[in-house]
């Protein structure tokens, strides 16, 4: 089975370093964005699994992105993290479509355990619907 694609949006190279190295030593196969723009490129080359964004990018918000992405794959899970957390912020956020809102700095151990209960709920719909069709 092929690896799980999980992109890595922030526009602090340290904080993307740090993540993208993490998740890949779990196993997962990382994408790289330092804005919203390259987010978009990301998600239009090739599937994405999951999604990592950081809520406060050079050339947008992440909550202003998630439209855009869902329309690119809808069922992609999207975990945005920001350093500005408010209650506000989470709830525009989710409202916005974002499966999950963490606050920076985040735990990399935890990080990892949300996208993968992430990952493996969209794992086992994807299988729900391939057993409905045979």
Do not use: W
Not at 41 to 56: C, E, M, Q
Not at 78 to 99: K, M
Request: glycine content about 6%; proline content about 5%.
């Amino acid at each position: 089975m092929a690896r799980e694609r999980i992109l890595v949006a922030d526009d602090e190279p340290d904080v993307r370093f740090t993540i993208a190295e993490h998740l890949q030593s779990l196993g997962y196969a990382v994408e790289e964005a330092d804005s919203c723009a390259q987010a978009v490129a990301r998600f239009r080359a090739g599937r994405i699994d999951a999604a990592i964004l950081d809520y406060s990018m050079p050339d947008g918000n992440s909550v202003e992105l998630l439209p855009r992405l869902r329309q690119l794959e809808p069922e992609a899970p999207i975990v945005i993290l920001t350093g500005q957390g408010s209650i506000a912020l989470a709830v525009q956020a989710i409202q916005a479509g974002a499966d999950q809102f963490l606050t920076k700095p985040v735990e990399l151990p935890a990080l990892a355990l949300v996208v993968e209960r992430l990952v493996a709920r969209r794992r086992a719909g994807r299988r729900d619907v391939a057993g409905r069709r045979r």
